[in-house]
């Protein structure tokens, strides 16, 4: 049996993205594995620092979607990263032997400062009256070019210490728990390998104490939201895994699909349509639509609203299971639990970590 170790932002209800991309592998993967799962509440302030007054909301909604989608307390530990102060000591004690080239080079890294950089900058603008509601989706859709997030205020706000260090806090959360095993989709990989090369450095330095870890590939990784992105609230183009049904019609139906396909009897190119990687996860007949999109035997309207036929059963059923979980008190007596348990693999770590570099 391996340890496994994985956690999320709270930033709210969950969407499908996070559902396909990680939460459906964790709830396979607890049955087989000694799993630590975690609400990474240290995380959500390396780039949301300004907006924590739901947090706690934010922590309760997401740890009921773990619950719905089938995570089971007495088969795993569930806990805040808060709750730990583990992890905030091995993070410094990492951040020492860190060279900051390997976190300015970190490709995630650079990536998500230019993406956030656009949304701030765009929503910053639109606020100001100066980018109307057309303009911000059509940079969003692509169709137009963002302007550049040259301005320094944008850049001095995400340019912070712990944004750049993201992957030293990172590299705690996993060497506290020795985990071996670390769920990740194709575009984390790079973090993790910063993981391995500090833990590396550190043994390196003070003898073998920190365990390696290694990836396991979730599949189905990568969801495309609904303007052919990263799915990511931050970019405004999710879909909830919670979504009611008045609320799933308008976000599907207005979903990017090929921009080639004008007219129902035109061919189409499913590869690049959000709406066939949605039937791909929810419709039986995926096989079929891809046939009759690319035979012009269908239209994109038509397409949408089986898809949303398709999807109906799924998530009715999830918000009847949510439904279930959602007592007063529930969430908070269950991470209360699960940090106790957290803690004392922690501090059996940081003993060891304290001894190795003489600090004890
Ligand atoms: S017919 Fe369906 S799969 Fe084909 S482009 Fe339109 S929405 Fe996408």
Known sequence: MKTVMSGMRPTGRLHIGNYWGALRRWVEIQAEHRCFFMVADLHMFTTAYEESSRLQEHVREMVLDWLAAGL????????????VPQHAELTLLLSMVTPISWLENNPTYKEQLQELGKTKLARALEGEGILTKERREAISGGQL??????????????????FLGYPVLQTADIALYG???????????????????IVRRFNGLYGAVLTEPGPVLTPQAKVPGLDN??????????????????????????????PLKARAKDPGHPEGCVVFAYHKLYSDFADRREGECRAGAIG???????????????????RER??????????????TAGGAKARAVAEETMGKVRKAMNLR
């Open 322 to 335: 949510r439904a279930r979980f959602d007592k007063p008190g529930l969430v908070s007596e269950l991470l």
């Open 145 to 162: 070019e963002p302007v550049e997030p040259s301005s320094e205020a944008v850049r001095k706000e995400l340019r912070t210490a712990g």
């Open 300 to 318: 994109c309207v038509a397409c949408k609203k089986e898809l949303l036929t398709s999807m109906e059963k799924p998530f009715s059923e999830f």
């Open 72 to 83: 089971d307390p007495e088969k795993c530990v569930l806990f805040k990263q808060s709750d």
């Open 179 to 197: 985990a071996n095993l670390v769920p990740v989709g194709q575009d984390q990989l790079p973090h993790l390998e910063i993981s391995r090369e």
């Open 229 to 258: 992105r990263k799915m990511s609230k931050s970019y405004g183009n999710a879909v909830d895994l919670f979504e009611t049904a008045a609320g799933l019609a308008p976000k599907v139906m207005s979903a990017y699909t090929d």
